[in-house]
């Protein structure tokens, strides 16, 4: 099965930082990965599909970037509602694989 | 509008058995797979295996064989979870989620909607 490596566990920004997050596949996974936000209590939501597609209705200040076996999360200007834990979700042959996950908080 | 609206939160006892229900509405229930998601106390999400709506034909990850079955009630759009021989290492929410379109084949490898969640507690 594949493994996804997602760093950094967790980290501390100020409103208005650029925050970036990699996910890291053990094997080419081609562009099948996707990023959700997961506030506390809630459901994921689906913010990138297909590595670097933003969702309907979500703003443009999340994007991403890859392919292969190296992915980038970005949040341009980190806002106080963005304050999450974020995943990197895998597709490989029928198998989905999620990244441990990225806490971020406000400095 | 797509909503995937589950039951409610479950109290057990360790050898007991639950079945958490996933009502689907908005869409064709058997145009897309239905995902099963499971999320220990602050924990990540963990990927259970999904279940193919038109077949019903279910896969299962690594670690989610033996006691967990996948089931489907297609005249009502619902997908279920059963749990069996219930262990406190099960105490998690359990989300369910649509992903790939099975209909056209569309490659479609994402979970566009999630339910609300299902918290089971396994306690004696």
């Known amino acids: 099965d594949i493994q996804m490596t997602q760093s950094p566990s967790s980290l501390s920004a100020s409103v208005g930082d650029r925050v970036t997050i990699t996910c890291q596949a053990s094997q080419d996974i081609s562009n099948y990965l996707n990023w959700y936000q997961q506030k506390p209590g809630k459901a994921p939501k689906l913010l990138i599909y297909?590595?670097?597609n933003l969702e309907t209705g979500v703003p443009s200040r999340f994007s991403g970037s890859g392919s292969g076996t190296d992915f980038t999360f970005t949040i341009s200007s980190l806002q106080p509602e963005d304050i999450a834990t974020y995943y990197c979700?895998?597709?490989?042959?029928?198998?989905?694989?999620f990244g441990g996950g990225t806490k971020v908080e406000i400095k | 509008q797509v909503q995937l609206v589950q039951s409610g939160s479950e109290l057990k006892k360790p050898g007991a058995s639950v079945k958490v229900s996933c009502k689907a509405s908005g869409y064709t229930f058997t145009s897309y797979a239905m995902n099963w998601v499971r999320q220990a106390p602050g924990q990540g999400l963990e990927w259970m295996g999904w279940i193919n709506t038109n077949t019903g034909n279910p896969t299962y990850a690594q670690g989610f064989t033996g006691r967990f079955v996948f089931s489907l009630d297609t005249s009502v759009s619902t997908a279920y979870l059963q749990i069996s021989s219930l262990k406190a290492e099960d105490t998690a929410v359990y989300y369910c989620?649509?992903?790939?379109?099975?209909?056209?084949?569309?490659?479609?490898?994402?979970?566009?909607?999630w339910g609300q969640g299902t918290l089971v507690t396994v306690s004696s």
């Open positions: 297909d590595a670097s």
């Open positions: 979700q895998q597709y490989d042959n029928l198998l989905y694989t």
């Open positions: 989620a649509r992903g790939g379109d099975i209909l056209t084949g569309y490659p479609k490898y994402y979970f566009d909607y």
